[in-house]
């Protein structure tokens, strides 16, 4: 048991060794808050092989506090359930926070470990909602809860809705859970919702539970984003991605998508903790929710996002101002990009319904991006409409197609001279002086629109 002990010492040491290291690295800057919540009822004085449950978590724990003592930009702390009042008096509001948290809380942590006595009854909600409180306000902090117990929540509480509460508003991240014990089906179903499970039905399993818990605490992990062709090859990049933790929604890091000097993509780093939803700013944007970090390995995670382009072109002269052409995908309402002319833009591979805003608007339906190549809309050059009114006047412009009369737009007829540009074709005006009160008064008159050419109307 001795040697057993000893060479546990020397695992975490050389933990704590490389924690330092990688909290550095890796959360540079970002404070980590560990709050180690102990199950301090009754039936941790139970077995748990050569010693009890209470002893076993309790040697554990002040073994791992001693060594992240010099671990940069780590806090640790201490809430105890169930130890206050005995069990017979049912005290579900029997939860404290013991050791606060602070840069040079370590002998008291230790020493309080050692001093408290298990009593109770198993108050993880309360505690839970407690706990909330123990964290100091900072937005940019990694808050971690480490929940040891040995029983199911006795005081008719939800464990799991409180902990989703709290990873929704950013409070702290999932919780890790280590059930001590032999009910372990019963500890799964229970609290597998609420956080990270881990079994420990000895002691060995408790020390291993531990150590996997306090890897991911305090280092990140390795992965790369893959952004697939129509091939399914890593060949897409240079386009923004947005991680989200999946639980707040707030945002955790965005990055220009790389590949490195050997063609693939660029290592990233992860914090295993979260689940995320990722973003990747295409357009229109692909989407990959509920992204978990396996912690230990280099994670590969995979999006489909094979592109062509689009490119724009007008030719000749133009007096349109910034002529632009609504892109929407074929058979949707919702704007994806509003691209201007004599430009070229990057889209996700598919049909697309462009609406130009010409005059009159011009409107292609199913246009077909294909991968690797461009397609290029191309329209002709506008004319230009020198329009004369006399008095105040009603009037609209119709153009003519396939012989029928489509609206362009209305005339202010309180301005004697107006210019605008139009694109090339077959044109009616319909006109009438305001004041006049029968329909033999209205006229019409019709004119043509070339490229490039002024065309005087006087109406």
């Not at 060594?67 to 702390?77: I, M, Q, W």
């Not at 206050?84 to 948290?101: A, G, H, M, S, W």
């Not at 390995?297 to 062509?308: D, Y």
């Not at 309402?333 to 070229?344: C, M, P, R």
Request: hydrophobic share 40%; glycine share 6%; with cysteine.
């Amino acid at each position: 048991m001795k040697i057993f002990s000893k060479l546990l010492l020397l695992i975490l040491m050389s933990l704590a060794t490389m924690a330092q290291a990688q909290v550095k690295n890796a959360y540079a800057g970002r404070k980590t808050r560990i709050l180690f919540l102990l199950d301090g009822s009754g039936s941790m004085v139970a077995e748990l092989g050569q010693t009890t449950r209470w002893a076993a978590s309790v040697n554990l724990m002040s073994q791992i506090v001693d060594t992240l003592r010099g671990v940069e930009n780590l806090e640790v702390a201490l809430r105890v359930f169930g130890h206050n009042k005995p069990i017979t008096e049912r005290d579900c509001q029997d939860t404290k926070l013991e050791v606060p948290f602070g840069p040079t809380n370590h002998k008291l942590f230790q020493t309080k470990l050692h001093t408290i006595k298990p009593l109770g009854y198993t108050s993880i909600t309360q505690s839970l909602l407690a706990a909330a409180k123990d964290f100091p306000v900072d937005k940019t902090a990694r808050n971690l809860i480490i929940i040891i117990t040995d029983g199911i929540e006795e005081c008719n509480g939800d464990p799991c809705a409180v902990s989703a509460e709290l990873q929704k508003k950013g409070i702290v991240l999932q919780p890790f859970i280590i059930g001590v014990g032999s009910n372990q089906e019963a500890f799964r179903k229970t609290y597998s919702c609420a956080g990270r499970y881990f079994n420990a039905e000895n002691e060995e399993e408790l020390r291993k539970a531990m150590g996997v818990i306090m890897n991911q605490a305090l280092n990140n992990t390795s992965a790369q984003i893959n952004l697939l062709d129509e091939q399914g090859m890593p060949r897409e990049t240079n386009v923004p991605v947005t991680f989200y933790d999946a639980h707040t929604g707030q945002i955790v890091e965005t990055l220009e998508h790389t590949m490195n000097g050997k063609g693939v993509p660029d290592t990233l780093y992860l914090d295993p903790i979260r689940k995320y939803n990722i973003v990747v700013h295409t357009l229109p944007q692909v989407v990959k929710n509920d992204v978990e970090i396996i912690p230990g390995r280099h994670n590969t995670i995979a999006l489909e996002t094979p592109m062509g382009d689009l490119a724009l072109k007008i030719g000749g002269i133009t007096r349109y101002g910034r002529l632009q052409a609504i892109v929407r995908k074929a058979g949707e309402t919702n704007t994806i990009v509003a691209q201007e002319f004599n430009t070229s833009q990057r889209l996700i591979t598919g049909n697309y319904d462009l609406e130009i805003l010409t005059t009159p608007r011009i409107e292609m339906k199913g246009v077909n991006i294909k991968q690797n190549r461009t397609m290029t809309i191309d329209i002709p050059a506008p004319g230009q409409l020198q329009l004369s009114t006399g008095k105040d006047m009603l009037a609209s412009i119709f153009v003519i197609q396939d012989n029928k009369m489509v609206w362009v737009k209305d005339i202010d007829g309180t301005r004697p001279n107006q210019d605008f540009p139009m694109q090339p074709g077959e044109y009616k005006v319909v006109y009438r002086i305001k004041s006049e009160t029968r329909t033999i008064y209205s006229k019409t008159k019709d004119f043509k629109i070339t490229s490039g050419v002024n065309t005087q109307i006087s109406l």
